[in-house]
């Protein structure tokens, strides 16, 4: 199984930017696909975007596209999101996923079903 280590995490203001990483040790060459996501205190975890081991295909989920980036370094076993023009509404915690199974970029492979390693989380805190 793979072990997921995130940080970047912070209290930034509405309109600011952070960067997280994801650090995966364990068995990472045989992950298919990486994803991040978040939860609100109160709200279901919900998927942010994911990105494909093989051709670095991405998706993003519609609250977000546009404002934040996924990515990878297969070198280092890290994957990023570099988020910009931050919300209030992006408050959460923010988890990093891995998983093993068929993976694709599109909607439904953004489902929390689909992950089966997961990181302990980084805090996202934005003040209006």
């Known amino acids: 199984q793979v072990q997921l280590v995130e940080s970047g995490g912070g209290s930034v203001q509405a309109g600011g930017s952070l960067r997280l990483s994801c650090a995966a040790s364990?068995?990472?060459?045989?992950?298919?696909?990486m994803a991040w996501f978040r939860q609100a205190p109160g709200k279901e975890r919900e998927g942010v975007a994911l990105?494909?081991?093989?051709?670095?295909?991405?998706y993003y989920s519609g609250s977000v596209k546009g404002r934040f980036t996924i990515s990878r370094d297969n070198a280092k076993n890290t994957m990023y999101l570099q988020m910009n023009n931050l919300e209030p509404e992006d408050t959460a915690m923010y988890y990093c996923a891995a998983t093993n199974r068929p993976c694709a970029n599109s909607g439904s492979y953004l489902s929390r079903s689909i992950y089966n390693s997961w990181g302990q989380g980084t805090q996202v805190t934005v003040s209006s």
């Open positions: 364990g068995l990472p060459y045989s992950v298919t696909c």
């Open positions: 990105i494909t081991r093989g051709t670095a295909g991405t």
